[in-house]
């Protein structure tokens, strides 16, 4: 496997130079980051180039980098995530764009590439609020209908903004907001880098 | 001049058809489907949000909640993506027992499947065969973890017990004599495997009598054949997985590609398709569970041979037995480390596919290097699949609806998350 991905990691330099933000190798995996200006671009190439072949977007996925580490971030906050495969070569990659401005998150659809990307684009903009530029269907697709804000967002709350309940008087079901306080049962602890660590006492 | 106007139908979301909550809203022309706009999300019950504030053990009861069908496969993908992130390898035993209940799930999996798809489509008695085979596997489940659904059996570092030596058993009741009790309870007098050994050796003829009811039963044909035909090329760009993609005649199987578990060791065959429609679709499924008995009964072999421990003896990542945490200072605070605070997984991302009954199920996980995740994205086989619904039912009739349904073997625990 891992002679396979040396083998993709020398491809995708020959194709693309100097065009790529960064490429990383880690746990036999391999990670491209492109800038956002590019990525439909490169995201064309990785489809139609013979060498490379990416006929499946297994996966995508956006990511909200704002508590990451559980510091304030410096840089670009909304990042979308898409796993490719190419069956003819047996070989995954992971592409990986960050959105320009963190207020109006806006990335390129690569809808017209990979039909499957239609509704984990509309997945993305429901769950982070990341619009894909030139997706011809951006609705939203997990939470309800007439929802506001978005869940997977680090500052929306897990309990939520409102609830429903059944009113008898009214014999109908009404929103309010909730009444559930948010609690964490097991605080979230970022340790020392060789805190235990696995072998490590 | 008449004026022709088409007729909008909303099928669900409590339709027995829908497998679930599933909300249709088709266009139609007459009886025949002009575009199709899959409503999901009822089901939608945040699983990523929650494992965000989970430690990284507890998600792994949350997987056996996405897909319903298939609860041990799901854990199967998170704990392989945790194992990965900390840079270790379940034991080998651990490896064999996984692989074995992933094929007991998968054949599971095809029961329910199967099953409900013949009783879509008016073959009612499918699904009181496939339920008795299913009630088998359900007791090795409970066997194995105490639960018939959900297991939460697979934990990171390997599986959390080894293979019991005893069945649960049958007991007298107003409706059992002893006669029916002796014949209900007479495979289950060994371990597990002995139990299993004996499925293993009886599936074969229970899928010949599957085939006797399906596969050359002319309204079933009538029914499936010719229906959502996907070509090779569309079901890749589609990002069609598992049966779905193998259907339309694309050798494709992660258990052979990228082998994970104890894939590498076994023996078993991969059927593909050939019309790419749901017949060839139904015929792979058929043909995937006589290999997973194969390779169950592989399984059941090895695991006789070969005791051994079936988790990795590392406190950061795994309990101490629990006799030792009795006893010992050391371990009692790492069992109490463990379940309080959790497993500290180093910084990283992974992504940790398995070739799960529907398809590819993924996991994508980000670490921080905190004691919870920071990002779990679940991918999951049915979403890409419902998805390309308006492309497969454009220009079939509303029943070959209910047909595409069936075959695509839709779960909504598993599409909504």
Known sequence: MSARLDLLS?????????????????????????????YFEIARILHDHTGLDFEQLIDLSGVDYSAYGGKPRQGKRFASVAHLLSVTHNWRLRLRTFAEDDGFPVIDSVCDLWPAAN???????????????????????????????????????VSGHVEMRYDAEAKRVLYQPVTVEPRENTPRIVREASYGDVGHG | ??????????????????????????????????????????????????????TWVQSVPYMDRLDYCSMMCNEHAYCLAVE???????????????????????????LMSLGSHGLDIGAMTMILYTFRER?????????????????????????????????????ASRFKNEKALKRLNAAREGSLLDFLEDFTGRFPKCCDEYETL?????????????????????????????????????????????????????????????NGDCYDRYLCRMAEMRQSNRI??????????????????????????????????????????????????????????????????????????ANKPYRIKLRSPGFPHLAAMDELSRGHMIADVVALIGTMDLVFGDIDR
């Open chain 2, 296 to 369: 169950v009964r592989q399984c059941i072999a090895w695991l006789r041979e070969n005791p051994g421990p079936v988790i990795v003896d590392n406190h950061k990542v795994a309990p101490p037995r629990r006799e030792k945490m009795k006893g010992n200072m050391e371990e009692l605070i790492h069992h109490f480390k463990l379940f309080s605070e959790g497993i500290h997984v180093p910084e990283g991302e992974v992504y940790a596919a398995i070739e799960h009954p529907k398809g590819e199920f993924g996991v994508y996980a980000i670490s921080d290097g």
């Open chain 2, 135 to 171: 009630e088998d596997l359900m007791d090795a489940y409970e066997a194995v973890c105490g639960a018939r659904m959900h297991a939460a059996y697979y934990r990171p570092g390997g599986v959390y017990r080894d293979l019991p030596e005893t069945m649960p058993k049958y007991k």
């Open chain 2, 1 to 54: 001049m008449v004026e022709i106007r088409n007729y909008t139908l909303n099928l669900g979301p409590q339709h027995p058809a829908a497998h679930g909550v599933l909300r249709l809203v088709l266009e139609l022309d007459g009886e025949v489907v002009e575009r199709a706009d899959p409503h999901i999300g009822l089901l939608h019950r945040g699983t990523e949000k929650l494992a965000e504030t989970r």
């Open chain 2, 214 to 274: 399906l596969t050359e039963n002319r309204i079933w044909k009538q029914r499936t054949v010719g229906i959502g035909v996907v070509s090779p090329e569309r079901a890749l760009a589609l990002g069609f997985t598992g049966p779905m993609l193998r259907g339309s005649g694309i050798a494709w199987d992660l258990r052979r590609k990228q082998p994970y578990a104890a894939y590498d060791q076994v023996d078993f065959d991969i059927p593909i398709g050939k």
């Open chain 1, 119 to 157: 509704w984990y684009e509309r997945e993305a903009f429901d769950l982070y609020g990341i619009l894909y530029n030139g997706h011809t269907d951006l609705r939203r697709i997990l939470t309800d209908y007439g929802f506001t804000g978005h869940p997977l967002r680090k500052d929306f709350p």
């Open chain 1, 10 to 38: 020398k491809v995708l330099r020959n194709v693309f130079g100097g065009r790529l933000a960064s490429m990383a190798m880690d746990r036999g995996e391999l990670t491209i980051e492109v800038a956002a200006v590019d």
């Open chain 2, 84 to 110: 990965k992130l900390l840079g270790i390898e379940a034991p080998e035993r651990a490896r064999y027992i996984r692989t074995m209940f992933d094929e007991i799930t998968r054949i599971l999996n095809h």
